[in-house]
Every structure is written in structure tokens, then in C-alpha cells.
Nanobody
Framework: QVQLVESGGGPVQAGGSLRLSCTVS???????MGWWRQGSGSEREFVAS????????EYARSVKGRFTVSRDNAKNTLYLQMNSVKPEDTAVYYC???????????????WGQGTHVAVSS
């Protein structure tokens, strides 16, 4: 059983930065990974994904150029560096693992419990 635990969420002012982390149990390098988010009253949406070693990435149009997804397989940890944040980035952010080593952007197999990010203007 794979367990995903997010951390790093909290309040941040618009234009600021925040880094989310996700620590994963199990064989981390067996999984492509990603971040999703869900704002209040909205459906969960894709944010970013990367393949098993991090050399192939994909981003939602709304965050491209501002957010960077990365992973450290030696530490079993996934990251999301969020720069130039906007109020519309306010959401619960979820770490996700896919049953693939290649880049995947849909249908995660495992989810974390989420960490809340609140961007104030």
C-alpha cells in the first residue's frame, strides 16, 4: 500500500512563493507523480505531473511558468514550487501517484489527504 503525505501549505500573499512537499511510502521510483488541486465549490483539477525520474513534465496552462514540479527519488519526496501565486491558486492541493513510470496526467491511482493553500490579495 502506497501512502502519500503532503506538507507545506498555508497562507501566502499574492505574488509570493510557497513550496509543497509530498513524502511517499513504498517504491517511489515505480510511479509517475503529480499534483492536483480543488478550490471551494470547484472540481478537482490537474496542476502538474512528471515521470518516474523527473525529466518529463507537464503543467496546466494556468500554472505554467509559475509552478515547478520536481522529485527526489533518494528521499521519496515530490515537490511543487509555487511562485508568483495568485488568489485563484487558493485550493486544497493533492499529491497523486499514477500506475505508470511514464508521464501521465489523468486518473491517479493513489491520493494524499491534501494540504490547503490560501492566497490573499
Amino acid at each position: 500500500q502506497v501512502q502519500l503525505v503532503e506538507s507545506g501549505g498555508g497562507p501566502v500573499q499574492a505574488g509570493g512563493s510557497l513550496r509543497l512537499s509530498c513524502t511517499v511510502s513504498g517504491r517511489f521510483s515505480d510511479y509517475a507523480m503529480g499534483w492536483w488541486r480543488q478550490g471551494s465549490g470547484s472540481e478537482r483539477e490537474f496542476v502538474a505531473s512528471l515521470n518516474w525520474n523527473g525529466d518529463d513534465t507537464e503543467y496546466a496552462r494556468s500554472v505554467k511558468g509559475r509552478f515547478t514540479v520536481s522529485r527526489d527519488n533518494a528521499k521519496n519526496t515530490l515537490y511543487l514550487q509555487m511562485n508568483s501565486v495568485k488568489p485563484e491558486d487558493t485550493a486544497v492541493y493533492y499529491c497523486a501517484a499514477y500506475r505508470s513510470i511514464g508521464l501521465v496526467c489523468a486518473n491517479p491511482y493513489y491520493w494524499g489527504q491534501g494540504t490547503h493553500v490560501a492566497v490573499s490579495s
